[in-house]
């Protein structure tokens, strides 16, 4: 597909992943996203990494920007395939954070 | 307080703790409530507990009763006395679900 078929206004990635680094690194990036500018940040995590994302949220939101509204919660299964060729389900998590 | 004054369709207990047992130990157990008669669970959990009741949810939804609804998931932060007198904050989820 040619290039130019794109939408004009992509929109830009507000997406923090949470891995395995400590909560505040996580809690720092959304708000960093937020103070650049951004007018929404999603929150996503697997496994369990899921309880660190309600975490971030609940820093993020009580701590450092109370004005930032919970836009939505959702929960998701996802199918990983292993080394060894079988598949797992895991459960996946994206809080979704807008400025009030 | 005599007994009587209590209110006379008090709201039955439906809510399912997610704590160290195994995950389908919920599942069951949110299943059960279901099915004695319950037309809302609530699965609450906090800190590490919170991925495992993401996990029940899903697992509940997807494979035995994917007639249900999702009302609403719920975080909150929770404040913990320790042992030695301090205070730590805690992360809490509350999903509650519906039959459709």
Redesign the interface.
């Known amino acids: 597909m040619p290039e130019n078929t794109q939408p004009i206004e992509r929109k830009p990635e507000n997406i923090v992943y949470i891995g395995k680094k400590q909560t505040m690194n996580y809690v720092l990036a959304v708000v960093t996203q937020f103070n650049n500018g951004m007018n929404e940040v999603s929150i996503k995590a697997r ?5 660190k994302a ?2 971030v ?2 820093i993020v939101v ?1 701590r450092f920007m109370p004005n930032l509204q919970e836009k939505s ?5 996802e199918e990983l395939t292993n080394e060894d060729g079988t598949k797992s ?1 895991v ?3 994206q ?1 979704t954070l807008v400025k009030g």
Do not use: L, Y
């Not at 496994?47 to 309880?51: H, L, P």
């Not at 919660?73 to 299964?77: G, N, Q």
């Open positions: 496994g369990n990494a899921i309880s309600v975490d949220k609940e009580n919660i959702r929960t998701s299964s389900k459960s996946a998590i809080i």
